[in-house]
């Protein structure tokens, strides 16, 4: 290899390291899109706002969606009532799929627009999580929805299915009913519930729970509702039907997909 070559290459393989050094916000920028979503507007003033902070991000954004007529925000298994101003952290839990999940926590108090993600990798099973920005936003379990989710082929189609998790600090989980949390964005008269159990083709098949109303007695717009739904006794993936009357009339409808490990 002629010097002049040598020194080519060596400016080639140099180049990525002298990028970085000449612009350090690239180089941060780019790290910052692991665990981030990059559609929210996260509030760059404030020491809180939503950035990535180790393996997560997390933070406060500026609000700029809007409100759908049922929202999901929570799915969990088991949920221990946590002190945000404790110091230790939370553990979250879940039966290890082997694709990657992603953890999405989000404020349920109203204009308080705090969000938390974190994708982990295929075969994980727990998230370690400081309680640091939940402490100072004096965020606890009434306030705070909780979703996982990851990829699976059913049948010819690639499903979002949520996991249940399992939320503690202190105390072992102690499984129970499915804990459901949805938001409305408007005022809302019933909510009713389906869930089937998908066949290997990605069909459902029979529906275990038909058009159950929650009874909840009272839905207003943008407050969580949370409602509690059997564990189904068979593991598998099912799907799960929201159909909503709304109290100016109309309906509105969800369906999701979620597993029982």
């Known amino acids: ?70 929202k999901l925000v929570s799915f969990t298994e088991s949920y221990e009532g946590f002190d945000p101003a404790l110091d230790r952290p939370l553990l979250v839990e879940w039966a290890p799929p082997s694709a990657p999940v992603h953890i999405r926590a989000q404020s349920l108090r ?3 627009y705090y ?18 920005v939940l402490g100072t936003l004096r965020l606890g379990k009434t ?7 990851t990829t699976r082929r059913i049948g010819s189609m690639d499903r979002t299915v949520f996991e249940p998790l399992r939320l503690r600090q202190r105390n072992a989980a ?13 005022q809302l008269e019933e909510i009713f519930i389906s869930i089937a159990p998908l066949t290997p083709n990605g069909e459902p098949g029979p529906y275990a729970i038909d058009k159950q109303p929650a009874a909840l007695g ?10 509690a ?5 068979t593991a598998g993936v ?11 009339g109309g309906t509105s409808a969800l369906t999701a997909y979620f597993s029982r490990p």
């Open 143 to 149: 306030e705070l929805g909780v979703l996982a989710w």
């Open 110 to 112: 109203s204009r308080l």
């Open 174 to 186: 102690t499984p129970g009913p499915y804990r459901l949390v949805v938001v409305p964005g408007v």
């Open 1 to 70: 290899m002629s010097v002049e070559r040598m020194h080519r290459s060596v400016a080639l393989l140099m180049f990525p390291l002298l990028l970085a050094v000449l612009d350090p916000l690239g180089a941060r920028l780019a790290g910052q899109t692991a665990h981030c979503d990059a559609d929210l507007n996260p509030a760059t003033t404030n020491p809180l706002g939503y950035r990535l902070r180790g393996d997560r991000c997390e933070g406060v954004y500026i609000q700029d969606v809007a409100a759908t007529a049922l």
């Open 229 to 233: 739904v059997q564990v189904p006794s």
């Open 115 to 132: 969000r938390m993600d974190s994708d982990r990798p295929a075969g994980s099973a727990s998230f370690t999580w400081p309680p640091d």
């Open 238 to 248: 099912y799907r799960m039907d929201l159909g909503a009357t709304l109290t100016q």
């Open 218 to 227: 009272y839905y207003p717009a943008g407050r969580a509702a949370a409602i």
